[in-house]
DNA sequence: TCGACACGACCGACCAGTCAGTCGAGTGAG
DNA sequence: CTCACTCGACTGACTGGTCGGTCGTGTCGA
């Protein structure tokens, strides 16, 4: 194939580097492919080079940052620690990726409506959430307790109610004019809810 | 001002429908303001005669469409019916509201991106955040039962965590590709929550 | 007759994408 | 060793279509 293959997979995460920096500071439709171009310090036909369309960048954009997201998860799925402390984990997670580049969050939300216009960015988002739910089912069912929700249809309806939940709270926290502490709201409600889990007889 | 300011509340009436429906057909970027002048059944002239640009346009929709939630809801807190039941007419209006257009949440998902470039639309949808929860923690005050949260700032929490719920559910039913239903999932997943709310003692 | 309202052809800024060309690292025949 | 040639990577000035917005011109009710 390349000769360097090393070179031009450094190359794009460069790329991939400025464009995220400068979609999240302009918004993607206001940003023009010279600013990313610039942020790069690539020429337009380089960049042209790596990807085919502004539209390809975006998506080679969702494709990096939902594949590190499930790199994340994937890590935490398989570390040796008890349910409760991993789940506690995904939460401390998110809060933490986001406090650290509070732009992503707003980035992310741009780029989830962007899936209305390419289709591809909805069915990686969808997929992506799909294995995430997936991943919590397994984590609830895991969670120990008598009463935590069993394995199978249960635990999988459980765990898109505490997936609901961390969106939602990511979105608010988002777009709330004054930021509260996402970690500590978060992992209270995922707290109740499960409280609310538990106890949960017949229907 | 106007001669007959009727006919003209009635043309932006007119115009908003249209916008609504191009703007979900196609995506506000994509969408024309051509298209909107034919969905409308108006001329390009026309259009900018009630509108400043598009952004303003934009703008207006959503003020439009928060304002007619905000109704919604207001009617909802005045409705002379128990606190709980009054809860379940929030979920059901949000249910109904999205089964009979499905493309509003889509519409709605990008309009809130949109707010990222256009400020006002960003403060609206705050202000309208803002006064959601509000409203949930009076209802969940209102609860009764001698465990219900008290009003004050855990009310205030527990709206929160409510309102984020709602979002979510919402979310993840508008980008799911197997719709589920969305009234069943949302109330079941609110009344997990209330359980857990129940019981909860000091901190 | 007047002015609010409506019309639609037209303008021109803007920007994604192109393309003709440069550069430097291989390759291999003599 | 070297010269002629190939090829992948990269450059940046340029273009052509696309729309948001304008403007000169009606129309019609009061």
């Known amino acids: 194939m390349t000769v360097d293959a090393d070179r031009a997979v450094a190359r794009k995460a460069q790329i991939f580097e400025a464009a995220a920096a400068v979609f999240a500071r302009l918004g993607y439709h206001h940003a023009r492919m010279d600013d990313v171009v610039r942020a790069a310090g690539v020429s337009k036909g380089g960049l042209y080079w790596y990807f085919r369309s502004k539209e390809e960048l975006a998506t080679g954009l969702v494709h990096?940052?939902?594949?590190?997201?499930?790199?994340?998860?994937?890590?935490?799925?398989?570390?040796?620690?008890?349910?409760?402390?991993?789940l506690r984990m995904v939460v401390r997670a998110f809060a933490?990726?986001?406090?650290?580049?509070?732009?992503?969050?707003?980035l992310a939300l741009e780029l989830l409506a962007l899936g209305r216009t390419i289709p591809e960015i909805r069915t990686c988002f969808d997929a992506h959430h799909e294995q995430?739910?997936?991943?919590?089912?397994?984590?609830?069912a895991q969670?120990?307790?008598?009463d935590s929700p069993a394995p199978g249809p249960r635990a999988r309806t459980a765990a898109l109610a505490v997936a609901a939940m961390i969106d939602g709270m990511v979105l608010r926290w988002t777009l709330a004019r004054s930021?509260?502490?996402?970690?500590d709201a978060l992992w209270a409600a995922v707290q109740v809810l499960l409280r609310g889990l538990r106890e949960t007889g017949p229907r």
């Open 132 to 140: 995430f739910v997936e991943h919590l089912a397994v984590l609830l």
């Open 96 to 106: 933490r990726e986001l406090a650290q580049n509070p732009d992503r969050a707003p």
């Open 64 to 86: 990096q940052m939902l594949a590190h997201e499930a790199e994340a998860m994937r890590a935490v799925m398989t570390a040796g620690a008890p349910a409760a402390d991993r």
């Open 143 to 146: 969670l120990g307790g008598p």
């Open 179 to 183: 930021p509260f502490d996402l970690e």
